[in-house]
């Protein structure tokens, strides 16, 4: 189907800032929406930011912090990761929603990166 690749995490003073990529692969046909999300140990995953055509949303605790964007030429959305705090450490998993080739038409895929650490240090 559809395959996510993140990369660009580590460990980062507070008040640093890092980016965050995510390139998707496969029998794309388009997508539709992609996003950032992070969960930290025994914690429900939340969302950190999507885009979609050219609406993005954030979740509050990052507005004004943390910027999404996309390349839709490389399926490839990022994560702009400034003034970082140490409560933003987690594991940030890439989503990305939409159609995929199947040889005989399309259907529908909803992927999962693997994630990718970011560790802020106070």
């Known amino acids: 189907q559809v395959q996510l690749v993140e990369s660009g995490g580590g460990l980062v003073q507070a008040g640093g800032s890092l980016r965050l990529s995510c390139a998707a692969s496969?029998?794309?046909?388009?997508?539709?929406?992609m996003g950032w999300y992070r969960q930290a140990p025994g914690k429900q995953r939340e969302l950190v930011a999507i885009?979609?055509?050219?609406?993005?949303t954030y979740a509050d605790s990052v507005k004004g912090r943390f910027t999404i964007s996309r390349d839709n030429a490389k399926n490839t959305v990022y994560l702009q990761m400034n003034s970082l705090k140490p409560e933003d450490t987690d594991v940030y998993s890439c989503?990305?929603?939409?159609?995929?080739?199947?040889?005989?038409?399309?259907?529908?895929?909803?992927?999962w990166g693997q994630g990718t650490q970011v560790t802020v240090s106070s």
């Open positions: 989503n990305a929603e939409g159609r995929y080739y199947t040889g005989s038409g399309y259907s529908l895929f909803n992927s």
């Open positions: 496969g029998r794309i046909f388009s997508i539709n929406a």
């Open positions: 885009i979609s055509g050219g609406s993005t």
